[in-house]
């Protein structure tokens, strides 16, 4: 029974995991230049604990039982396996790996994990990680102010590499919806669907009161994202994206919008 479990993670992306943990020591070199962050490394030990304890639940309710099934135990794997995967996480954030690497990590894991009873923890947690990747200094090079990243222009198809401001959103969006822009707020109306749960948003600058043009990169999920409105003085310099999806289920959506 156990290896017939071990086999088929191994098909679903496990096996990798399991691979780098024994070519750890040679895949991941020491990187001195890069800056530390203690936020993130605290956030990534945050992680650690929290799998450890998740994992240490389900298997104290494993061996408490006697009428244990094949879930039962594919759901304990799952669990030593996210653990062994935050502790990767944690190793790299510690070698200072690209922001680039981590954030491949953290999706990796968001992918992986079993987000149930007792792990919605671990969502928040590498969520959080994920921010501060991305604006919280995860990446010496990054300056969130001109969009600059390692000396380069990160703001997608923008031509004249000007950008004043940027706004990044998160949640998980089943069939439509718009998010209203105005200042440093972003409010979401439920168009069609279930509602949207883990919203969440960040800010480099508030979204000036005058007319502009912004644009939108879709960063994660699938569906469609657009600007549905500009803003202007005719909607109190509100600008509206839209969101849709029309696929089976909700979808775990972020985007950036420009100006």
């Known amino acids: 029974m156990q290896t017939q479990v071990h086999t088929r993670f191994a098909g679903s992306g496990w096996g990798l995991l399991l691979a780098l943990m024994f070519l750890l020591p040679t895949v991941i070199p020491a990187f001195g230049g890069q800056r530390f962050n203690a936020r993130l490394d605290n956030l990534a030990g945050q992680l650690v604990r929290q799998s450890r304890d998740a994992a240490d639940r389900l298997e104290r309710d494993y061996r408490r039982s006697f009428n244990n099934n094949r879930r039962d135990l594919q759901r304990l794997y799952q669990a030593r396996m996210f653990v062994a995967g935050a502790e990767l996480l944690a190793q790299m954030t510690r070698e200072g790996r690209s922001e680039a690497e981590l954030l491949e990590a953290v999706d990796f894991l968001r992918s992986q994990a079993n987000f149930e009873t007792g792990w919605s923890g671990l969502r928040s947690t590498l969520d959080d990680i994920s921010r501060e990747l991305r604006f919280g200094g995860g990446n010496p090079g990054f300056d969130p102010r001109d969009g600059r990243q390692g000396g380069r222009r990160n703001n997608g198809d923008w031509q004249d590499g000007q950008v004043s401001g940027r706004m990044r959103w998160f949640g998980r969006v089943d069939d439509e919806i718009y998010i209203y822009v105005q200042g440093a707020t972003a409010r979401t109306q439920l168009i069609s669907g279930q509602p949207t749960l883990n919203e969440r948003f960040t800010f480099t600058s508030p979204l000036p009161r005058r ?49």
Do not use: H, K
């Open 211 to 259: 007319p502009l043009t912004v644009r939108v990169n879709r960063l994660r999920g699938r569906g469609r994202v657009e600007v549905f409105q500009q803003p202007s003085a005719n909607n109190n310099f509100t600008a509206v994206v839209r969101i849709v999806d029309r696929g089976s289920g909700a979808t775990d959506m972020e985007f950036e919008m420009l100006w």
